[in-house]
């Protein structure tokens, strides 16, 4: 059995915190590029050209891109025939993260509670999901969230009679509501079915798909197409400030569900889509 | 229409501006978010005084990352306003002028706007690398223990606006919905 010292773990979470906060991943920047060709406003044209100009800035000056560099969501699939050696997993997870806050200049923007909201100073703890896998390699994904986009994401209990309709509804609502709040242009991923939080868990793990790639499942991926161009025709614009680009992409992600229940999720991310991806 | 103004605004510089003007500010401006406002709000419940002087002043909504070394700041976005808005009336009477987020405000807050001939202005989500540039200088004046929370005085030069809610209450978000 591969063993793997989670001393391994902490120092790529430590790295991926720093490189996710200063450089977009390819697609995301390519998307913003795009879309200035799809702007009919000129605020909006203007606005796209600045986020284009900060992502240059980000990564020649090491400056984050954006000042919220998120609370840390960290996904880790483990392989079942991986032993990991040197200690506890997640606190090697939160070791990564207080070390790629502190050294890499990052923001600390978590309380240790909800209600007495004391900041903890060095970002932790993250927010965590294990999944275990086939082989003996260990994925992770370190996707630092922001909080203007994340105050907007709604959950849905829909009733299965509401059907596709319903769930297209409950989306351009959620859009709606966040306009110019959630930074606009965005990136919406949407979970449809599963339980409460399954389906949570669905719109977070749609935000990482990479912008332009459909879901493989004919209707989904026709939903998806058209919940996109009725989000780019609210009018809402980058900024919020009106134009075309609205959203950059939606990802749909579904799972099987109770005969009682549709449950629909909405995560919005800004334009700001960090994630970064290493095995080991 | 492109201005370039300085900061503090001027009684007769707030009440030019129209929602949709594009506007350069430079001059000083203090920066504010939640902790602040919510430590702010309890001075005045107890009867002390603000840590600046609110009379004409600008605040900022904004928390920065740490500042390299060499640097004034790190990046400097702002956050969503909205989150300020049950304690930004009492700020506006008492003869604060400017703010600047991002996001939508309270009719309350607009109320408070033209009641004080008061201005909103936003400042691109997401660009805080690209406004960092724009910060001249950067330095805690109060509440240091809040960390990205304190209060800065800011040093902005050609900082990059966009008028959201003018004086007399026109409110750029809502008209580029209703144009729709």
Redesign the interface.
Known sequence: MRELNVEKITQAVKEMCIEANHFLSPDMNEAIKDSKKREESE?GKK?LS??E???K??KE?????????GMAVVFVKIGQDVHLVGGNVTDAVNEGVKEGYTEG?????VVNDPII?E?T?DNTPAVIHYEMVEGENVEITVAPK?F?SE?MSKIYMLKPAEGIEGVKAAVLSAVKDA???A?PPMVLGVGIGGTFEKCALLAKKALLRPIGKHSEIAYVKDLEEELLEKIN?????P?????KVTALSVSVETYPTHIAGMPVAVNIC???NRHVTRTL | MEKHLTLPLSKEDAESLKA?D?VYLSGEMYTARD?AHKRMDEALNDNKSLPINIEGTTIYY???????EG?PI????P??A?RMDKYTPRLLDMGLRCMIG???RTEAVKEAIVRNKAVYF?A???????L??AIVSSDVVAYED????AIRKLIVKDF?V?VVIDSLGNN??D???K??
């Open positions: 605020i606005i600045q986020l100009e900060n992502l800035i980000a000056d090491m400056i984050p891109i954006c000042q919220d560099t200049f990052l923001r600390k923007s909201r900041n100073k922001g203007g105050n306009g110019p709040n930074c025709n609210l009018g809402i614009g900024g919020g400030l009106g134009g800004c334009h700001v | 949709g594009y902790a904004m928390g920065p990352s740490p500042a390299r640097r790190g990046s400097a976005g956050t969503t909205g991002k996001g939508k936003a691109v989500g997401g660009a805080g690398a690209l960092s540039k809040l960390g990205t929370e990059p966009i750029l978000y008209t580029v919905m144009e729709v």
